[in-house]
């Protein structure tokens, strides 16, 4: 089995990080372990890992953690913005688009109508 495959298997950060032999402090990964783990992903799909052996392949997916395990001791899961609902939250709110009524499409009572 591939390391690539091994790591698919995990779930916990912890376990990632156990895996590839990176250190860490539990503190740290309380707070932003998805953020982790998400910001690790994007640096592995970007990497092509066709041409490495396995050992290179877990060395590669180890720098990648060490790396973004790295950018969130230099900053935060807000200050990142890796999911939806962080970008959102700083999005700016668009103006509601006023409705448009023709001026055709309106009529008047007549005498004796009510409405």
């Known amino acids: 089995m591939s390391i690539l495959d091994e790591l698919r298997k995990l779930s916990a ?11 860490y402090e539990p503190a ?3 707070v932003a372990r998805l953020h982790i783990l998400r910001r690790m992903g994007q640096y592995i799909v970007d990497s092509d890992f066709s041409a490495l052996s396995d050992e290179e392949t877990k060395a590669a997916c180890a720098t990648h953690l060490a790396q973004a395990y790295e950018d ?6 807000i200050a990142e913005r890796l999911f939806k609902v962080h970008k959102d939250a700083v999005k700016p709110k668009e103006e509601p688009k006023p409705t448009f009524v023709q001026l055709g499409s309106l009529t008047a009572p007549t005498a004796g109508q009510t409405s």
Do not use: N
């Not at 950060?13 to 250190?23: I, Q």
């Not at 969130?72 to 899961?77: N, R």
């Open 13 to 23: 950060a912890e376990e990632f990080f156990d895996m590839l032999g990176v250190p």
């Open 28 to 30: 740290v990964v309380h």
């Open 72 to 77: 969130f001791t230099k900053s935060s899961p």
